[in-house]
T-cell receptor
Framework: DTGVSQDPRHKITKRGQNVTFRCDPISEHNRLYWYRQTLGQGPEFLTYFQNEAQLEKSRLLSDRFSAERPKGSFSTLEIQRTEQGDSAMYLC?????????????FGQGTRLTVV | TQLLEQSPQFLSIQEGENLTVYCNSSSVFSSLQWYRQEPGEGPVLLVTVVTGGEVKKLKRLTFQFGDARKDSSLHITAAQPGDTGLYLCAGARGSNYQLIWGAGTKLIIKP
């Protein structure tokens, strides 16, 4: 197993365009998380899935953001009508079913730059 | 307002010195994790502490969870340039053990 994989690593897009990122979690992990991280800050929770069910979505997340995990394996995060404020590192993490000592493992992230 | 406060935010020291990074909260956590992140990469898990008062060692790194499970510390002995990075703490809380993140401590070890 190669760990959590994210694609692409970098994305530059023009304001107003739509972008989609992909995350492939560790194969036996049924939880998948999306985070956003800006420079000098810790990761900010966006949403998480348990298998194919999206169980929680941050209230800070605008309607332009949507995530799917159709078969409980890989996940996609789409941002519609991108804005310059969307520029950030988008991180995906996966874990086994949550428990008090559940450990999350992160991918290398997708760096989004909106110009 | 950060639920998890990390201090210091930035630390630059010489190789060989010791240092301690703190992670504090008024909330109780089920567990607390420490991660190290390098520029352009995702965070890498270092350790998870679960029990109040627990101490875990990872080579020159010593992690402690507070007795009340509200705070934690990371102590590095004889720091080396390879320890340079962003150190993040994350506490698990709630019925779904959602992770709450600190803003990180940026550590630079000068040779």
């Amino acid at each position: 197993d190669t760990g959590v994989s994210q694609d692409p690593r970098h994305k530059i897009t023009k304001r107003g365009q739509n972008v989609t990122f992909r995350c492939d979690p560790i194969s036996e992990h049924n939880r998948l998380y999306w985070y956003r991280q800006t420079l000098g800050q810790g990761p900010e929770f966006l949403t998480y899935f348990q298998n194919e069910a999206q169980l929680e979505k941050s209230r800070l997340l605008s309607d332009r953001f949507s995530a799917e995990r159709p078969k409980g394996s890989f996940s996609t995060l789409e941002i519609q009508r991108t804005e310059q404020g969307d520029s950030a590192m988008y991180l995906c993490a996966s874990s086994r079913t949550g428990g008090r000592n559940t450990e999350a493992f992160f991918g290398q992230g997708t760096r989004l730059t909106v110009v | 307002t950060q639920l998890l406060e990390q201090s210091p935010q930035f630390l630059s020291i010489q190789e060989g010195e010791n240092l301690t990074v703190y992670c504090n909260s008024s909330s109780v956590f089920s567990s607390l994790q420490w991660y190290r992140q390098e520029p352009g990469e995702g965070p890498v898990l270092l350790v998870t502490v679960v029990t109040g008062g627990e101490v875990k060692k990872l080579k020159r790194l010593t992690f402690q969870f507070g007795d009340a499970r509200k705070d934690s510390s990371l102590h590095i002995t004889a720091a080396q340039p390879g320890d340079t990075g962003l150190y993040l703490c994350a506490g698990a809380r709630g019925s779904n053990y959602q992770l709450i993140w600190g803003a990180g401590t940026k550590l630079i070890i000068k040779p």
